[in-house]
């Protein structure tokens, strides 16, 4: 997936964020105080997506035009090419278990590339695109769990790999959006990982946390476990299913049911509710002003069961993968986990600790993009700033092939040592 980067010279980095409800665009450089800055933005309302996939192509490129060109504007510089998140194409994880021989002798970096080119030819197929291939551990004959293999001596070398995968044709028509944008798909990140980079502090990848990234038309989840992501998954409900839940029980446009989601929407009843009324336009009527008066009870009525139906197929998700020590701590992040109560409703429900995550340590984000929407958009951009900090030698001049299978396990090695 990965294509030449254009950071070398400049130290310019920019991620589109193509999501089901909107685009978003930044455009940063790492500081000399080593704090990733955000020079651009642009966002735009999504056309085209459903789902976290393109099914209108022209209304997407539009979208995505927009919002470059809004970041474009505000960073006074030019985009050529961008980290892009997938959520299409169904991503998921897969684990593979690879043994190579060493024969008695001390494993050095060769081998430990060895074992992984070995997993790379494992993962060849045509139908689905690997999006990332992530060493999650290192066994020396029968020492498992060992992070680092190299200097230490046995027979065999195996490696577990973590291996995200998306249908081909959903990633190619990424690809050819942001192509017929002029933008160059430098690398492609699956949203939960990326929003989990911008939300998660160090030490909660490292003793265990889940993220669940709520957004438009998706609910995905990035789980990790000693620092290296250990699953992925999504599915396909998100807040917009919550807003046409309301149009239709309340009987009102879906611009008004997003308008008294957002001022009155909750997951939490609380006292008080049956007394307060909310003023709906009634469907068809809005000319004519005419309104029903509901309680705020009825609201939660509606509001919660989706809630409750989303976090209860991320709880069966989570433990049918035997994410216990991952889900010790839950971080919601994403436009709809702002919806007032979601905390209160997703501890007892996950049975776990739960926060709200927005970006953190970014510089030069303004307050209206520092939100839970943007955590995907900044954590490609950290991504970005990590691939280049791990391969400054990855400049425009180098062509992907030339790189070779080594200097792109050559990536992976140092994300992940
Ligand atoms: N203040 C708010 N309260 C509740 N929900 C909100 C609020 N603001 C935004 N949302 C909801 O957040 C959702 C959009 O979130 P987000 O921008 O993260 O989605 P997306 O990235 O475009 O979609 P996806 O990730 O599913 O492809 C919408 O359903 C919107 O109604
Ligand atoms: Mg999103």
């Given at each position: 997936m990965d294509k030449a980067l254009?950071?070398?010279?400049?130290?310019l980095i920019s991620a589109i964020d193509i999501g089901s409800s909107k685009v978003c665009c930044f455009v940063g450089r790492t500081g000399s105080d080593g704090r990733l800055k955000v020079l651009g933005l642009g966002h735009q309302a999504a056309k085209g997506m459903r789902a976290g996939a393109i099914v209108d192509m022209e209304a997407v490129r539009t979208s995505v035009l927009a919002a470059i060109h809004g970041a474009e504007t505000m960073a006074g510089e030019t985009i050529h090419e961008a980290f892009v998140n997938v959520s299409a194409g169904q991503p998921v994880s897969g684990a593979l278990n690879v043994e190579i021989p060493v024969a008695g002798n001390e494993v050095s970096r060769l081998d430990v590339e060895r074992v992984l080119e070995e997993g790379r030819h494992r993962t060849a197929g045509t139908d689905r695109t690997v999006l990332h291939f992530i060493p999650v551990g290192y066994r020396v004959d029968a020492q498992a769990g060992v992070r680092d293999p190299r200097g230490m001596y046995g027979e065999t070398l195996g490696a577990d790999i973590h291996v995200v995968t998306a249908g081909a044709g959903a990633v190619r028509n990424l690809t050819t959006c942001l192509n017929a944008c002029q933008v160059e798909v430098s690398s492609m990140v699956v949203s939960p990982y990326a929003a989990a980079l911008a939300t998660l502090v160090e030490d909660e990848m490292e003793l265990g946390a889940t993220l669940i990234d709520m957004g438009g038309g998706t609910t995905s989840i990035a789980a990790f476990i000693n620092g290296a992501m250990v699953y992925t998954d999504a599915i396909p409900v998100g807040g917009n299913h919550v807003t046409n839940d309301i149009a239709l029980g309340l009987s009102t446009p879906v611009s008004q049911a997003e308008r008294i989601k957002a001022l009155y929407g909750t997951v939490a009843a609380g006292p008080g509710d049956d007394e307060l009324q909310i003023d709906v336009p009634i469907l068809g009527e809005e000319d004519s002003g005419a309104i029903n008066q509901i309680p705020r009870s009825l609201l939660v009525g509606i509001v919660r069961p989706r809630l409750e139906e989303t976090f209860e197929l991320v709880r069966e998700r989570l433990e049918s993968h035997g994410l216990g020590a991952a889900a010790r701590r839950i971080v919601l992040t994403g436009g709809a986990s702002q919806l007032q109560g979601m905390k209160q409703l997703a501890e007892p429900m996950l049975d776990r600790q739960v926060r709200i995550g927005r970006p953190v340590n970014f510089a030069g984000l303004a307050q209206a993009a520092c939100g839970p929407a943007f955590s995907v958009t900044a954590g490609l951009l950290k991504y970005a700033a990590q691939r280049h900090a791990a391969?400054?030698?990855?400049?425009?001049?180098?062509?992907s092939a030339s790189r070779g299978m080594f200097g792109r396990f050559g990536g992976w090695l140092r994300e992940n040592f």
């Open positions: 254009n950071i070398g010279r400049t130290g391969e400054p030698g990855w400049v425009n001049a180098v062509s």
